[in-house]
């Protein structure tokens, strides 16, 4: 059988992986509209996480089996569609992940100094669409609306001390910006209330011994918590535990190296802190009308508790001063192709265990199949139970492999016709030298190259 993945982040990878190890025979070739692979894992991890970045070890692995073929620069849906590769393969998977992100709308998002989460941390990653961004960090004040892990990447990057990052793979143009910016303060805000953020203690704790900044979270928000999560799990009880503790610690009640600590971070020169129960409504513009000056937000009540909690808002409004307003509300997928369902409600192809509904033969695998959430462990699942399907159509006999398809064969000549050269796995690891190469001249484990056309000249392409 042949089988053909879309998209080469963890969801494509993932996939893949699963398919050529429970089968011996299948061969997968996976497709990726840019010129290097791994998607969110190179372009969404924070670059102070390498750690978590490990897993691209196990997807180099997939990729030089002999039985697995990747073919960067090709965009399906432009340079060849969904249903040429449906004629080329007995079997497509869609794993394009969410190549967009939620809107606020609201008056105001489209001042200077407004960015979504998912273009900065594009741009400190060095992913080519966003390379240009050129934020404006000359403000004192930033503004996070979300509660999620990215909106803490975020605020962690802008007040982190600049030794660290320099010992990261941080892009040298984001590296400089972040030299010169003036942001201090860094505001979190979310609708709901302490019980329902949905960052993990993991980030929340890196957060809070973040050298050179101090977290500033008001204690009335967490008073009569530690009743309302007894019964809550594990998980949650321990985050918002952490949360009560950093809010509510009394100075008087430490050792002498808790209290010396404690005394640097009160002096500490930049802060950051969470705010709970409040909406945008508004981005409010500069007496010139050109930039973004400060968030009115509405104050808002919950309806409901848990994580089905819903906020209403109360009618009271507050101003809340800031140059710098990031959006971290979620990312969002697009349809890739007219002949593939699209639910643009949920932004999800409409599928049952990664079947897509009404279209035998093709299936998809992570954020497209499920919606924007959850870290790559969840992606890994995922995956694993669409090639699960995959692997249970080849069995029973859904998908025909009496007749032989070409793959790549048929689509090269398709690519050729159009004048698109695919770049091969060696190709890649190419530019990965030279990455690495650079990185290492500067101290750093690499320097991203970020614009898709030098990574092109440097393959000979």
């Known amino acids: ?275 709970f129960q409040r909406s945008p409504q508004e981005v409010l513009p500069t007496a010139d009308g050109r930039r973004a000056r400060g968030v009115r937000m509405a104050l808002t009540r919950l309806e409901g508790s848990g994580d089905s909690a819903k906020a209403i808002p109360t009618g009271d409004v507050e101003e809340l001063e800031c140059g710098l307003v990031l959006s971290s509300i979620g990312y969002r997928s697009l349809p890739l192709d007219p002949a593939v369902p699209f639910d643009t409600q949920h932004g999800i192809i409409p599928n049952s265990s990664g079947r897509v509904d009404g279209v035998p033969g093709l299936y998809c695998s992570g954020w497209v199949k499920r919606g924007p959430t959850g870290v790559i462990i969840t992606t890994m699942n995922d995956s694993f139970d669409t090639a699960q399907s995959v692997l249970e159509d080849l069995r029973v006999g859904t998908l025909d492999v009496s007749t032989s398809r070409e793959g790549f064969g048929a689509v090269e000549s398709i690519l050729h016709s159009r004048g698109v050269r695919p770049v091969s796995f060696s190709d890649w690891e190419k530019i990965d030298a030279a990455e690495v190469a650079r990185g290492k001249a500067a101290g750093k484990p690499r320097e991203k190259i970020v614009d898709p056309q030098e990574m092109l000249r440097l393959i000979g392409h």
Not at 192 to 207: D, S, W
Request: positive net charge.
């Open 1 to 275: 059988p042949r089988v053909c993945v879309v998209g080469s982040g963890p969801a494509g990878f993932y996939t893949a992986q699963h398919i050529l190890k429970h089968h011996g025979g299948a061969r997968v070739d996976i497709y990726e509209k840019l010129p290097v692979p791994f998607g969110l894992v190179r372009f969404g991890v924070a670059p102070d996480h390498p750690e978590v970045k490990n897993v691209i070890n196990a997807f180099t692995q997939t990729a030089r089996s002999e039985r697995c073929a990747y073919y960067g620069n090709v965009t399906v849906g432009r340079d060849v569609t969904v249903a040429e590769l449906q004629q080329a393969y007995h079997a497509v998977v869609l794993s394009y992940g969410a190549e967009d992100n939620r809107v606020l709308g609201i008056p105001g998002e489209n001042l200077s100094g407004v960015y979504s989460a998912r273009a900065f941390v594009g741009w400190y990653n060095g992913l080519p669409e966003n390379r240009d961004l050129k934020p404006d960090l000359s403000c004192e004040t930033a503004l996070i609306l979300g509660h999620g892990n990215v909106a803490l990447d975020i605020a962690r990057i802008l007040l982190s001390p600049l030794g660290l990052l320099r010992k990261t793979d941080i892009t040298d143009v984001s590296l400089a910006a972040l030299a010169c910016s003036k942001v201090k303060r860094v505001w979190l805000v979310g609708r709901r209330g302490p019980l329902q953020v949905a960052f993990t203690i993991k980030e929340l704790r890196e957060m809070i011994n973040l050298p050179g900044a101090r977290p500033v979270l008001n204690p009335a928000d967490f008073t009569g918590l530690e009743n309302a999560v007894k019964d809550a799990p594990r998980p949650r009880k321990r985050l918002t535990e952490l949360m009560i503790k950093t809010a509510l610690e009394k100075p008087g009640e430490k050792t002498m190296e808790a209290q010396a600590a404690m005394e640097a971070q009160a002096a500490a020169p930049r802060e950051w802190g969470l705010k």
